[in-house]
Nanobody, 123 residues
Framework: QVQLVESGGGLVQPGGSLRLSCAASGSIFSIYAMNWYRQAPGKQRELVATITSSGSTNYVDSVKGRFTISRDNAKNTMYLQMNSLKPEDTAVYYC?????????????????WGQGTQVTVSS
């Protein structure tokens, strides 16, 4: 069983910072692209940032220059450093990853999701 577990959410004042983590565990052969999504109340889920297995990154325009996505392949963990936070960044943040499970041989690549972590930016 492969699991993604997010941590690091919370309440922060505008202009503040938070660092989210997403740890993958279980029988994992390879992790491919990893993503952070967010969903604000009454809105559709939005792709925030992507990082490939080689480290290439991409961001939605609204977070460029403020958020940084990274990953530690040795720890099967992805991060999202969020600086200069704004009230409109308030949302539940989800990690997502394309993973090939398996111990000695790769199995079919599947799409996995974490349970989400709440980020609230408010004074």
């Amino acid at each position: 069983q492969v699991q993604l577990v997010e941590s690091g959410g919370g309440l922060v004042q505008p202009g503040g910072s938070l660092r989210l983590s997403c740890a993958a565990s279980g029988s994992i052969f390879s992790i491919y692209a990893m993503n952070w999504y967010r969903q604000a109340p009454g809105k559709q889920r939005e792709l925030v940032a992507t990082i490939t297995s080689s480290g290439s990154t991409n961001y939605v325009d609204s977070v460029k220059g403020r958020f940084t996505i990274s990953r530690d392949n040795a720890k099967n963990t992805m991060y999202l450093q969020m600086n200069s936070l704004k009230p409109e960044d308030t949302a539940v943040y989800y990690c997502n990853a394309l993973i090939s499970p398996g111990q000695t041989r790769p199995e079919t690549i599947r799409d996995y999701w974490g349970q989400g972590t709440q980020v609230t930016v408010s004074s």
